[in-house]
Each structure stands twice: as structure tokens, then as C-alpha cells.
């Protein structure tokens, strides 16, 4: 399985960004596909998630401004985020979870500028 990540850059604070993931490679669907983001010194967590039903799960930090989306026919995951902060900024990684296991796209940087 292999995940492609697209988007990520320098933003202004106040700004938009969309990231989109595309996995491919699974013979089955994706339970669930998400978004998580790591700073330097720091663990990785998750920023969003959505599973195959459409139920999705937000970090605190960012409800209200996020909005994650997928299409299960396409394998693609997108994540809308608004009015950016710079306490946003972090290398954001693509994961997608199946039965036969759990993946990670390379990551992608995105700067929040103040």
C-alpha cells in the first residue's frame, strides 16, 4: 500500500490550505483514513480522521476549522483547513488503516507564518 500526499506549504495566519492523500494498493477498503501532524521534540497526533461510514473525529485543536473528506471508491482523503494558526505548523502524514495493516504517507510540511 502506498499513500501520495499533496498540498502543505507556507500559509499566512489566517489563511487556507487542502491536503489531499490518494492510497493505493489495498485489496480492501480503508477502515478508517486520517491525518495526523508531528513537530519537532514532539509526538505525532492525530489532526482528523474519518472512517469508511463517514464518521469523523477531530482534535480538539482544530474543530471548526477542519473538515476531512473522503472517497471510498477513489481511496482519497482530503483535509480543509481554515483560518490557519501558526501553532498549526508541523509535517502533516497521510494514514490509512486496513485488516492487513496500518500506513503512512511521507508527509507533507505546512508553515503557519504570523
Known amino acids: 500500500v502506498q499513500l501520495q500526499a499533496y498540498g502543505g506549504g507556507l500559509v499566512q495566519a489566517g489563511g487556507s490550505l487542502r491536503l489531499s492523500c490518494a492510497a493505493s494498493?489495498?485489496?480492501?477498503?480503508?477502515?478508517?483514513m486520517g491525518w495526523y501532524r508531528q513537530t519537532p521534540g514532539k509526538q505525532r497526533e492525530l489532526v482528523a480522521a474519518?472512517?469508511?461510514?463517514?464518521?469523523?473525529n477531530y482534535a480538539d485543536s482544530v474543530k471548526g476549522r477542519a473538515t476531512i473528506s473522503r472517497d471510498n471508491a477513489k481511496n482519497t482523503v482530503n483535509l480543509q483547513m481554515n483560518n490557519l494558526k501558526p501553532e498549526d505548523t508541523a509535517v502533516y502524514y497521510c494514514?490509512?488503516?486496513?485488516?492487513?495493516?496500518?500506513?503512512w504517507g511521507q508527509g507533507t510540511q505546512v508553515t503557519v507564518s504570523s
Open positions: 474519518i472512517a469508511s461510514s463517514g464518521r469523523t
Open positions: 494514514n490509512a488503516l486496513n485488516f492487513a495493516g496500518n500506513y
Open positions: 494498493g489495498s485489496a480492501s477498503r480503508f477502515v478508517t
